[in-house]
């Protein structure tokens, strides 16, 4: 099998699964707060009406299509840029997987679902599997055009 096939599916496996993972964990933690390693982690339910950190709060339908926007540009980028390079389709399948994650949260429930707490870090955002996968993905993909950029130089 040649990279670019490995590309692509790992591409079409990720996502779907990505997303399976951030939809249980929303489904099993909902409404519920517990601890999971105490002093370190523990779950707690709460709804947020924005985007990171509560920002944008109340923007309703502006944000399914922005949200919905930004996801379909990713998944023409990644077409295009990314899926010949196992790398950039990883990055894509973890952005695009957290993206629509809390896309369908904001959809059927008009907030989105966020329930991990650092309890050694107490100031910071509570959030969710989704918010992961669009971190890392973000970062990776950062990364990535960043040293394919430099590369071309």
């Not at 790992?10 to 993972?21: G, H, I, K, Q, S």
């Not at 249980?24 to 707060?33: A, F, I, M, Q, Y």
């Not at 896309?103 to 959030?127: E, K, M, N, P």
């Amino acid at each position: 099998m040649n990279k670019k096939n490995l590309s692509l599916i790992l591409f079409l496996a990720l996502v779907p699964f990505l997303l399976v993972v951030d939809m249980v964990s929303k489904v099993l933690t909902d409404g519920k707060s517990f601890n999971v390693i105490p002093n370190l982690l523990s779950f707690k339910s709460v709804y947020n009406h924005g985007v990171a950190f509560g920002w944008l709060s109340g923007g309703g339908a502006w944000l399914i299509i922005i949200t919905s926007m930004l996801t379909t540009l990713s998944l023409v980028a990644w077409w295009f840029y990314g899926r010949k390079n196992i790398f950039a389709s990883i990055s894509f399948a973890l952005f695009i997987a957290g993206a629509i994650g809390n896309l369908v949260d904001r959809i059927i429930y008009g907030h989105v679902r966020d329930f991990i707490v650092l309890d050694f870090w107490q100031s910071f955002a509570i959030f969710n599997f989704a918010d992961i996968c669009l971190t890392i993905g973000t970062a990776m993909l950062m990364g990535y055009y960043l040293v394919v950029s430099w590369k071309s130089e």
